[in-house]
């Protein structure tokens, strides 16, 4: 599960940062309003927390700019504004959830949970599947009628993006962004030996799909046509 953390207090990043991560998660941080836009809208997220006090750009705008372009990734509000004016004002702007600092990072997590369940991401029992080929992300499990083997880290969650995006066309760098990070300076060489180890997996098991490159865009993740 990613989750995109918009924030200008670095030290609160850090520390989030370090507790999300050893709970499992993946995060990208960035501290300005115009930075988190252009994450959120270019990368896909499991949720979001948005600082509603931002320089370059203030979270509310930053909330009704992607509600308004139909981005519905859960966004958690973190503000030290208390009042109810300002709760109401965040939830109606599109925000699902209103979290005041300072807060309790076991709270933050609770609601983590509470908005993923809502919006589906996080149901165990939903696991990517295309033409019969599963995949479990917590186990990395790639499995295929009888047959089943278990990927690396990267390319479960290089598979787990193709899979939640079948016959769509994504772009290097959005596939880049989802798996290594959006503030990663991996190369994009990376991105095709991953492509090739990913592609004898597929074949490794048989799989009834298969990875499309269009040239000068990204990959596509394809059901193959039966002979």
């Known amino acids: 599960m990613r989750i995109l953390m918009i924030e200008d207090d670095k030290e609160l990043c850090e520390n989030i940062s370090l507790i999300l991560k050893t709970s499992g998660y993946e995060i990208d941080i960035c501290h300005t309003g115009s930075d988190g836009l252009f994450l959120a809208k270019n990368t896909p997220y499991d949720a979001i927390i948005l ?46 959830d209103y979290l005041v600092k300072p807060f309790a990072t076991e709270e933050l997590m609770a609601r ?24 479990d992300p917590e186990q990395r499990l790639l499995t295929y009628g009888p047959d089943s083997l278990t990927l690396s880290k990267r390319e479960s969650s290089l598979l787990e993006f193709f899979l939640r995006n079948p016959h769509r066309t994504l772009p290097r760098c959005q596939i880049l962004s989802y798996v290594w990070g959006a503030c990663s300076e991996v190369e994009e060489g990376n991105l095709d030996n991953y492509i090739h180890f990913l592609r004898r997996r597929l074949k490794a098991i048989c799989a009834p799909v298969h990875l499309t490159t269009v040239h000068g865009i990204g990959y596509r993740l394809d059901t193959s046509e039966k002979e």
């Open 112 to 135: 983590i949970r509470a908005v993923s369940r809502r919006s589906g991401s996080l149901l165990p029992s939903h696991q990517p599947s295309l033409a019969g080929l599963s995949l």
């Open 51 to 96: 600082d509603r006090m931002l320089p370059e750009m203030d979270g509310m705008s930053v909330l009704e700019s992607l509600r308004r372009q139909d981005i519905q990734t859960p966004i958690i509000l973190a503000t030290a504004l208390d009042r109810l004016h300002d709760r109401i004002s965040g939830l109606d702007a599109g925000a699902d």
